[in-house]
């Protein structure tokens, strides 16, 4: 029975209607940044749409309060889940001091927080993927129970920092979790000219570790792979590849015209599966959530936006004088 599928999980009503409404949060925060970026008050957008369902359901398969999580740069409900909140993610988009990823130094969907254990990540891609196991084995080393987990795309999962990594944490079995959000596309190249076999999965026997393939779109399908694979690790058993399937709604990013590589069609098919509206069905069926409830929780996470975008736009820039501060020695 659909009523049952979060419960045979291990998940409450109210666990499944926070994940629904903090999947709904990422999407109206990706959604106003891009209205702002086409008003010229934010520089850039690399959005999350079409992949909250895999970031929400992965995260709240792990323990906020031990596990360490290294996103890339799409993951705005991976962080949103572990912590970060609307008011620090508007920060960051309009580069103002205040923003906890780099005061404004560097682009949106660099996050890191140490309070929260999001391990900051850098411009190049897949960089996060050998910290993630480095952290992973100095958690080993100092006896604490705790998992890392590691996110990029499949695009990425071809550069030489993913085997490296993986293969390390293979050999001294780590209590790693990376997990690749397979959105079909690495900026104009589609999955098929990027990888010669056919699932990204399919890499993680060379590396002595399971490897799944799950639908993306589910969040409690990720939920479910991504605790078992937590328990797994904290068992001493080492490592996991998942590979969520996804599609990515929006164009690479705000610089980006996807209409050059992608036919109308085919976004609009992706659009007519997107999560948010599938898993909103999913808790209607299940009845959880009624017209009613789904206006409530979108107000108060419009709200939320709402206020975080008056907040960040009129907070104050950084400093100029700070501008070499973090790169050279203080005394």
Same mark, same amino acid.
């Given at each position: 029975?659909?009523?049952?599928?979060?419960?045979?999980?291990?998940?409450?009503?109210?666990? !499944?209607?926070?994940?629904?409404?903090?999947?709904?949060?990422?999407?109206?925060?990706?959604?106003?940044?891009?209205?702002? =970026?086409?008003?010229?008050? #934010?520089? $850039?957008? @690399?959005?999350?749409?079409?992949?909250?369902?895999?970031?929400?359901?992965? /995260?709240?398969?792990?323990?906020?309060?031990?596990?360490? !999580?290294?996103?890339?740069?799409?993951?705005?409900?991976?962080?949103?889940?572990?912590?970060?909140?609307?008011?620090?993610?508007?920060?960051?988009?309009?580069?103002?001091?205040?923003?906890? =990823?780099?005061?404004?130094?560097?682009?949106?969907?660099?996050?890191?927080?140490?309070?929260?254990?999001?391990? +900051?990540?850098?411009?190049?891609?897949? %960089?996060?993927?050998?910290?993630?196991?480095?952290?992973?084995?100095?958690?080993?080393?100092?006896?604490?129970?705790?998992?890392?987990?590691? %996110?990029?795309?499949?695009?990425?999962?071809?550069?030489?920092?993913?085997?490296?990594?993986?293969?390390?944490?293979?050999?001294?079995?780590?209590?790693? #979790?990376?997990?690749?959000?397979?959105?079909?596309?690495?900026?104009?190249?589609? #999955?098929?000219?990027?990888?010669?076999?056919?699932?990204?999965?399919?890499?993680?026997?060379?590396?002595?570790?399971?490897?799944? +393939?799950?639908?993306?779109?589910?969040?409690? *399908?990720?939920?479910?792979?991504?605790?078992?694979?937590?328990?797994?690790?904290?068992?001493?058993?080492?490592? +996991?590849? #998942?590979?969520? @399937?996804?599609?990515?709604?929006?164009?690479?990013?705000?610089?980006?015209?996807?209409? %050059?590589?992608? &036919?109308?069609?085919?976004? /609009?098919?992706?659009?007519?599966?997107?999560?948010?509206? %599938? $898993?909103?069905?999913?808790?209607?069926?299940?009845? @959880?959530?009624?017209? /009613?409830?789904?206006?409530?929780?979108?107000?108060?996470?419009?709200?939320?936006?709402? &206020? /975080? +975008?008056?907040?960040?736009?009129?907070?104050?820039?950084?400093?100029? &004088?700070?501008?070499?501060?973090?790169?050279?020695? *203080?005394?």
């Amino acid at each position: 029975m659909a009523e049952n599928r979060h419960q045979a999980l291990g998940l409450s009503d109210i666990q !499944v209607l926070d994940m629904y409404e903090t999947m709904l949060l990422a999407r109206r925060i990706d959604e106003r940044m891009w209205l702002l =970026n086409r008003a010229g008050k #934010i520089p $850039f957008v @690399i959005s999350c749409q079409g992949q909250e369902a895999a970031q929400v359901g992965a /995260a709240f398969g792990l323990d906020r309060e031990k596990d360490y !999580v290294l996103p890339y740069y799409r993951d705005m409900g991976v962080v949103l889940t572990f912590g970060m909140t609307t008011k620090e993610l508007m920060l960051s988009g309009f580069a103002k001091a205040e923003d906890p =990823n780099s005061g404004g130094r560097q682009m949106p969907g660099h996050f890191g927080q140490k309070r929260n254990r999001i391990v +900051t990540g850098s411009s190049p891609v897949t %960089t996060q993927v050998p910290h993630a196991v480095g952290i992973a084995l100095a958690g080993r080393m100092e006896g604490k129970d705790l998992v890392t987990f590691v %996110t990029f795309g499949e695009g990425s999962s071809n550069q030489g920092d993913f085997h490296e990594g993986a293969n390390f944490a293979g050999v001294h079995k780590l209590p790693v #979790i990376f997990m690749c959000e397979n959105n079909k596309y690495a900026i104009s190249v589609p #999955i098929e000219k990027q990888l010669a076999c056919e699932n990204v999965s399919d890499r993680a026997i060379g590396y002595g570790m399971p490897g799944y +393939t799950i639908d993306g779109n589910d969040p409690l *399908e990720v939920y479910k792979a991504v605790k078992e694979a937590a328990e797994r690790a904290r068992r001493g058993e080492g490592p +996991t590849l #998942i590979e969520t @399937i996804s599609y990515r709604l929006t164009p690479h990013s705000s610089d980006d015209d996807d209409r %050059t590589y992608r &036919e109308a069609d085919e976004v /609009a098919a992706a659009k007519a599966k997107d999560p948010i509206i %599938t $898993f909103g069905a999913y808790l209607k069926e299940a009845n @959880i959530l009624d017209e /009613a409830k789904a206006k409530e929780i979108n107000e108060r996470v419009m709200k939320l936006v709402n &206020e /975080a +975008t008056d907040y960040a736009e009129s907070a104050p820039y950084a400093d100029a &004088e700070s501008a070499l501060k973090y790169v050279y020695a *203080e005394k």
